[in-house]
């Protein structure tokens, strides 16, 4: 590639890469401005006179430590849960041989093929039947298992090549002792895409909040707490956007800083090092 | 199901045994040392925070104790909760919503159980009464009046109009390029001043048969109409904004149809700009406008009504009331505190006014879907794309499905 | 040579694991029962989860489709329906039909639009980060998945500005095009293919097309295209969801092994042979995934519609997620909305199946 091309594609990447950033820093420079500013400038990527008003709603004047310690709770257990229990349920569906392998899967895509908000009222009845309400248990318990994340860990170890698999195998190790051993560290790539996902869609999770704790406001988690700020008005039309940004972006940070520290872990060519060696 | 009917069974027998639960005491009338639920929505922080006090007030008195939830997505939280059969003691009811409830069962009348009920607003009174029962009382209320800037209208020259022909021309007269004299969301929660200034309304009063094929009717949304196609009106969207207040407040227009809450909207995001609320231009059957209420509501399957009943009288008190409406822009449901509330911000004067001759705007359950049908035939109005007699039979067609008349 | 058929993914063309094992005839019964044994083991934990939280909500929602019930009050206030909620929403001639034509309509445009793009686009910006040579991988990776992190709340606001009359889209618009553009994106309930047609003069719809009616709406109707509204709605989800699929694509490349790319390049293959050759095919499970995930994502399109149209302009944006949410909390129709949700089941079912038949056509 010569030194023109390889310039032009990176400045089209970088400029792209920034069209991808702007909203992030749009949000973050508007909830520095005042209410009135973002009525009057709303595109300017930066404050004119600059506000920590929404901050200080947010921070000092709201349960935010409380339900940022609740979200964190939540998602940890939650995310560890997934990375665990649907990467077992994955390599069963993916490698393992047994009666009934292909019904469970196709379970698993046809509990996606539900569009989840017509679950919201009946997951309430199942969960206030099984006394889960107003809990940490209800919260974490329906996340510790999703259909995605099988479905994701099925298909990424129907990509991993079957040579170690079946070479340990041969050496007596058996079939737990294989998939801990050999195949994990192996999916390593797998396994960091469910665990940034998971991470993800716990700590956005909204609905099952909203469902489980409304009630019990000392279990509240971080995007159901900022969602009862910044809105008003008859009909919602005065939304007080520095706090509504302002909010999402405390809810974005958490989610950025896990995949800018597991991304580092993508390096290429574990698989083809392992089938070498 | 079998385990749903054992716990209503079990709610039932505990209740005639008066001995579950914190149920102190247990003779209907008098019950104290109660704990109940309330829930709200938000309407801005500075309310929260005054209903949160007026509540801790009434929790000082010793009789009961409130837990007030402030809830996002209230409807999906409420239809939840009551879907759910772990229904709140107390909660707000959109007066839109009061129908389907009602019907459903899950109010407990108790309109007529707090002080002095005939000093509420007719109108408000008839919109949370179904069948007759007066449900809920309504805890306070806005109304749609005609906005516009001061300084627009002044320059050009021009009065703040008083029936429709000034309307059309004060109009026509403030319509600059890229800014319409008058900007008007197209939802019939809006439009519908125009239709009760002329006499008509898409069902009649007893709500059991569509009226949208009046002359009256195609009357109100032509004139209406005309204005969008002639470019003297528009909707918010159309001019980049996402509401009336917002146009105003951006300039992109001068006259605008809102409600109470554009005070505090102007307030917060548009505080450099001057405006004024005048009562709305009479029609041909004379003055018109839509009132806006949200009531407080018991559940019918509270354990803890009479304890909940003394709560919502305590709400709706006259000192409560004006305690919980001075600071903002929405007004007390009770007639005898109009003056008082007016007494600090007389330029809302029309917005008090309206409560005399508001119409209420509410129907029957499963209404909705006409309400949207009709609001696609307004937007095909303020659009040009359909003309008046598409959008009147087509809503009375809808309509016709759910009067089944 | 590089032998393909040794590679792993090639004997399985389809992602419902096939009787493979069976065909091993070195295999003992005595493995058999283990993997049979493990096999179960290894799932039951999640099987349970989903059971309980999933299954069991589904099955009650599937029984509720068949009751009349507001939602407002417990489930035994409910009164038997039998098929009334399917039949007023596909057969029954009325304002409830027509909607959900109309949201049946708008969502096809919308999946036919938004998977192909969204998947062409996440597996190249797939390949460019993954590149060996690329410098500043780690930016290039967080840039390009922000907007798959950034809260709704935001990237709608920021949306609204864009496309806004004086916005972002209609200034380069107007450099690029005669004239100036002052298109209100969000406000225009039209469908492009309407639009188009009108450029060429056709205003009025041939009689065949206007005369004969589905589900309440002509065929014209139904042939009107994503309005410029929907399309909107289209790029602000495309461009929210390329970041995840990206990072799907991406570990589906790391699985690659590197010495068989060496190999073939050894062996004197062109980067465009070693790409459609080697990556595309070694690929195939991961593509799966996520035209699957795009199907059902797209399907199910909600938080959007609901963070800014509500449906309209008249009714332009409706989809029926979102249909469910109106009829299940605003209409208190509940049965109603459960039986949208299972049409909706049935039609992804359908787009799946067509998706993995097509698929597996293309290996053979």
């Known amino acids: 590639m010569t030194a023109v091309r390889r310039a032009t594609a990176y400045l089209v990447l970088t400029a792209a890469a920034l069209v991808f950033i702007y909203p992030f820093v749009l949000s973050l420079a508007t909830s520095l401005k005042p209410r009135d500013e973002v009525a009057a400038h709303p595109v300017l990527p930066w404050p004119l006179s600059p506000s920590s008003r929404a901050w200080e709603d947010i921070l000092i004047h709201s349960d935010f430590p409380l339900w940022t310690l609740n979200s964190v709770l939540v998602t940890v257990f939650a995310t560890l849960l997934r990375l665990f229990l649907d990467s077992l349920a994955g390599y069963a569906l993916a490698r393992l041989n047994w009666r009934g392998r292909g019904s469970v899967f196709a379970l698993v895509l046809a509990i996606l093929a539900v569009p989840p908000i017509v679950l919201t009222v009946p997951r309430f009845l199942v969960l206030k039947e099984m006394s889960l309400l107003n809990s940490y248990a209800g919260l974490v318990l329906p996340l510790a298992v999703d259909a995605v994340g099988i479905f994701i860990m099925t298909q990424f170890f129907q990509g991993l090549p079957r040579e170690l698999e079946e070479a340990a195998r041969i050496d007596g190790a058996n079939i737990f002792q294989t998939y801990w051993k050999v195949v994990l560290p192996l999916a390593r790539p797998g396994l960091l895409t469910l665990a940034i996902l998971s991470f993800q869609g716990t700590w956005n999770e909204f609905l099952l909040p909203l469902i489980v704790v409304r009630a019990s406001p000392s279990h509240w988690t971080l995007p159901f707490g900022l969602s009862t700020l910044g809105r008003g008005g008859a009909g919602g039309q005065t939304y007080d956007y520095p706090v509504m940004l302002a909010g999402s972006m405390l809810t974005i940070l958490p989610v950025a800083i896990i995949f800018l520290i597991l991304q580092r872990f993508f390096v290429r060519g574990i698989a083809a090092g392992a089938v070498k060696g | ?405 | 040579m590089v032998d393909t058929t040794q590679l792993p993914g090639t004997a399985e063309t389809a992602a419902v694991p096939g009787p493979a094992g069976r065909r091993r005839r070195n295999r003992t019964s005595r493995i058999h029962g283990r993997q049979g044994l493990a096999g179960w083991l290894f799932v039951m934990p999640a099987l349970l989860g989903l059971g309980t939280f999933l299954l069991l909500p589904i099955l009650l929602a599937l029984w509720v489709s068949f009751r009349d019930w507001s939602g407002l009050a417990p489930l035994d206030t409910s009164t038997p329906a039998g098929l009334d909620n399917y039949r007023d929403l596909l057969v029954k001639s009325g304002i409830v039909q027509s909607d959900f034509a109309k949201s049946l309509r708008n969502n096809l445009y919308y999946v036919l639009g938004v998977v192909p793009v969204q998947t062409a686009l996440a597996f190249f910006l797939a390949v460019v980060v993954n590149a060996k040579l690329l410098k500043g991988k780690t930016f290039f990776r967080t840039a390009f998945y922000f907007p798959s992190v950034t809260s709704s709340i935001a990237v709608a606001f920021i949306f609204v500005f864009l496309f806004s009359p004086t916005g972002v889209v209609n200034v380069l618009l107007s450099a690029l095009l005669p004239g100036s553009v002052e298109t209100v994106w969000l406000n225009e309930p039209d469908g492009v293919f309407h639009v188009v047609l009108g450029w060429l003069g056709v205003d009025t719809p041939p009689g065949l097309l206007a005369d004969h009616r589905f589900m309440g709406l002509s065929y014209w109707d139904w042939l009107s295209g994503p309005s410029l509204a929907l399309l909107t709605i289209m790029a602000l989800a495309t461009w929210t969801t390329i970041g995840t699929f990206m990072l799907m694509f991406l570990a589906g490349l790391q699985n690659i092994p590197e010495d068989l790319d060496e190999a073939a390049l050894i062996d004197g293959a062109s980067p465009r042979q070693r790409f459609f050759r080697i990556t595309v095919p070694l690929m195939r499970p991961t593509l799966f995934l996520v035209l699957t995930l795009g199907i059902i994502g797209t399907w199910q399109v909600f938080d959007q519609i609901y963070a800014m149209t509500s449906g309209g302009p008249q009714k332009a944006t409706l989809t029926p997620a979102y249909l469910i949410y109106r009829d299940g909390f605003e209409n208190s129709a509940m049965g109603r909305a459960a039986a949208i949700a299972f049409i909706v089941f049935a039609i992804i079912l359908v787009f799946t199946g067509i998706q993995r038949f097509v698929l597996r056509g293309r290996t053979e």
């Open chain 2, 1 to 405: 199901m079998n385990r749903l009917r054992a716990l209503a069974l079990t709610a039932v027998a505990c209740l005639a045994v008066a001995a579950c639960g914190d149920d102190g005491g247990g003779s209907a009338g008098t019950e104290t040392g109660v704990s109940l639920s309330m829930y709200a929505f938000s309407s801005s922080p500075a309310e929260d925070q005054t209903l949160r006090k007026i509540i801790d007030d009434y929790n000082k008195l010793g009789r009961n104790t409130v837990t007030l939830n402030i809830l996002p997505e209230y409807d999906t939280a409420l239809t939840t909760a009551l879907a759910g059969g772990q229904p709140p003691d107390v909660f707000y009811v959109n007066d839109n919503k009061l129908p389907d409830l009602a019907k459903a069962g899950t109010l407990e009348p108790i309109g007529d159980k707090v002080d002095n009920p005939s000093d509420f607003y007719e109108s408000l009174r008839q919109s949370f009464t179904y069948n007759g029962v007066f449900y809920c009382p309504p805890k306070d209320f806005s109304t749609l009046q005609l906005i516009y800037n001061t300084d627009e209208l002044a320059k050009a020259n021009v009065q703040p109009p008083k029936t429709w022909e000034e309307l059309s021309a004060a109009a026509k007269t403030l319509t600059k390029p890229g800014r319409p004299g008058l900007v008007i969301n197209p939802e019939f929660y809006r439009w519908g001043v125009f239709m009760a200034q002329a006499g008509a309304w898409p069902t009649n009063t007893e709500i059991t048969s569509m009226t949208m094929d009046s002359a009256q009717m195609s009357q109100a949304l032509q004139f209406v109409a005309d204005l969008h196609k002639g470019g003297f009106a528009a909707s918010p969207a159309s001019v980049g904004t996402g509401w009336g207040g917002e146009a105003i407040g951006k300039g992109k227009a001068a006259m605008t149809i809102e409600g109470n809450w554009i005070v505090g909207a102007m307030k917060n995001d548009f505080p450099t700009v001057k405006y004024a609320v005048a009562e709305l231009p009479a029609g041909p059957s004379g003055k018109g406008t839509m009132a806006f209420s949200v009531c407080y509501g018991v559940a019918k399957a509270s354990t803890k009504k009479a304890a909940a009943i003394d709560f919502v009288k305590f709400l709706v008190s006259p000192e409560k009331q004006l305690e919980f409406t001075k600071a903002f822009p929405v007004m007390p449901s009770r007639k005898s505190l109009a003056g008082q509330w007016l007494a600090d911000k007389p330029e809302l004067q029309a917005f008090v006014a309206g409560g005399d001759y508001a119409k209420k705007s509410v129907f029957v359950p499963g209404f909705k879907t006409v309400i949207d049908t009709l609001n696609d035939g307004i937007q095909g109005l303020a659009a040009g794309n359909k003309p008046v007699p598409e959008v009147v039979s087509s809503t009375q067609n809808a309509g016709k499905d759910v009067l089944g008349g």
